[in-house]
């Protein structure tokens, strides 16, 4: 029996299995399609496997709903810090977890010996568009014209270890997010595929987001993309570089950083249950 944790970060859930304390299974791609769905298997997002680092107290990687394993997850990087601090693997305030994306830093805001919110340093935003990756022009590119069905969109691009396209909208009819957003994610000027953002600007210090997620459609929640939207909306200079991100699933605080030019995101980490899994 495989030992797993379901997790969840402003309800951008996953299940978590242990490589630590047990071995990575055999086809995680496979694992992840099976037991992320919400019908037949455990249901989420996707899987994480918590494993061992030469680097860092732990190492995360991250396979979607579909099986793809993708390079970063912001809610899911809390929710393995949890994990790790939680159950014993590294009891320490600050964390390092080595990811798709490099080593990251967490501070944990700990109440009765359990992990609340954590806050990551996320680092430095990726705005070359070769690196993003996109075909789009601009390093990065701004409001760059993207043609779906006729219609042109204005998608600034942004990787922070993943790729992002964010595009400023007044509101979110369904047609736009589950529509519109699977022809970008799987458009040809991101070789990768691509998360799409719609977001629609509250103030210069929030703003509201709906996420079509590569992979996995759409999610309540989005770390990493909750981070691109703060980048995206100051190189557009619609929103101060520190502000509260609304997304369906929770809130997040997000700054950008001008002297380190570093992104930080804080928000919550929550178990859910523990169960196991037939082999």
Known sequence: ???????????????YVDCVRQAVPADPAELARKIANRNFGVGGDGLILVCPSDKADARMRMFNA????????????????????DHGIARK??????TGRGVLTLDLEVEGGKTRRVK?????????A????????????????????GKAYAFTCVSMGNPHAVTFVEEFPESLIHGVGPKVETHSAFPRKTNVEFVRVDNRGEYTMRVWERGSGETLACGTGACAV?????????????????LRGGDLLLEWDEATNHVF?????????E?????
């Open 1 to 15: 029996m495989l030992k797993f944790i379901k997790m969840q970060g402003l309800g951008n859930d996953y299940v």
């Open 130 to 149: 070769a690196k993003i990756p996109t075909t789009l022009k601009g390093n990065p590119p701004v409001e760059a014209e993207v043609v779906i069905d």
């Open 66 to 85: 579909d099986g793809s394993e993708s390079e970063m997850c912001g809610n899911g990087v809390r929710c393995v810090a949890k994990l790790v601090y």
């Open 230 to 246: 703060l980048v995206a909306g100051v190189l557009t200079g619609r929103l101060d570089r520190k502000v509260i991100g609304h």
């Open 93 to 98: 305030d600050r964390l390092t977890i080595e």
């Open 275 to 279: 169960g196991n899994w037939p082999n």
């Open 265 to 273: 995101m804080t928000g919550p980490a929550v178990e859910v249950f």
């Open 120 to 128: 990551v340093d996320m680092g430095e935003p990726i705005l070359e």
